[in-house]
């Protein structure tokens, strides 16, 4: 089958995950329940990377250009970008130095943990 | 004659691609973050549809078909986690926790300032899922009730930012450890912010990449329930 084949598990994978997201309390949305469908096969060995690298590496060297055209629907939210389009910098901002900080922090304070948990079992 | 051309599916394919590989070119010239070839694409293409009068549906024939990838295109970031999933194994503790804090105080965190800020719920919504990579933003932002137009900007936005003064935060918080870096980087600025992280080291950049996807899937989990609780 190839690349056609390729293809078609990963759109096989993307349509059963938006199945699976229209049972009623299905906690995830349709592409991530794909995605993790894909890392389940893979994981367990049902389809190896060999059947889908080809074209996954296809979707993630462009990823990028499949949202210029979400970003280009910004026309219709003129309005509300003029308005509060410093406040959403502002806040981006600031969220993202907490976020790294926070993360960087957690994960230095764990390994520092972790690393006099394995000297106390020496 | 121009409507007939411009509706024609195939001009907004073509001109997002022109716009793109352009875009990519001034990149790969000055190599600066802000010239994210997204942001420039997009910025060319805005102009062009003010300039010449183009209506945004006739462009849109052609984009929707583009943006439609997006959903095969998250299912394939499944092979880029799979090939770092044996870095979750070296600290799977440490990974877990560090990014699902992470995680959730970005939710929470721009929720919050996003409301002191006055903004309306449709834009709190919008903004919250902005740490985690594009796609699976913008199904979270979609699904919950936000823009996924403004969900996408404030996605690269934060990329950029996190690029640019991520290595510096860490150093001033002395954060050192390779993993530790890696998965801050990752957690709070996805893509744009793991290559940043490559550029600093193999492991930052191994448990970076590690970091985008579990980051994805845990706003996408917690986001929903986090959002209910404080809206």
Redesign the interface.
Known sequence: MGVLGEFLI??A??FA??ILAQIPGF??????A??????IL??SGIIK?ER??R??????K????????????????GE??SE?GL??????????????????????L??KL?GRGNKAHD | MINTIVGNPLFGICFTLIAYAAGLKLYMRFRISVLHPVLTASVVIIAAILIFDIPLGDYQNGGSIISFMLGPATVALAVPLYRQFHVLKTHVVVILISITIGAVISIISSIFLARAFGLPDELVISIAPKSITTPIAIEVSERLGGLPSITALAVIFTGIIGAIIGPWILKFLRVNNPAAKGLAMGTSSHAIGTSRALEMGETEGAVSSLSIGLAGIITAVAAPFIISAIL
Request: charged share 10%; hydrophobic share 70%.
């Open positions: 990963i759109a994978a993307a995950g938006s906690p995830l949305p349709s592409a991530v794909g995605m993790l469908l894909m890392l893979l994981l990377l889908v690298r074209a996954a590496d296809f979707f993630l462009f990823l990028p250009l499949f949202f210029i055209p979400l970003i280009v629907n910004l026309l219709k939210e509300v970008l509060y406040e959403i910098i502002a806040i981006i901002s600031i969220t993202t130095v907490i976020t790294l900080a926070v993360t960087g922090l957690t994960a230095k764990l390994l972790i």
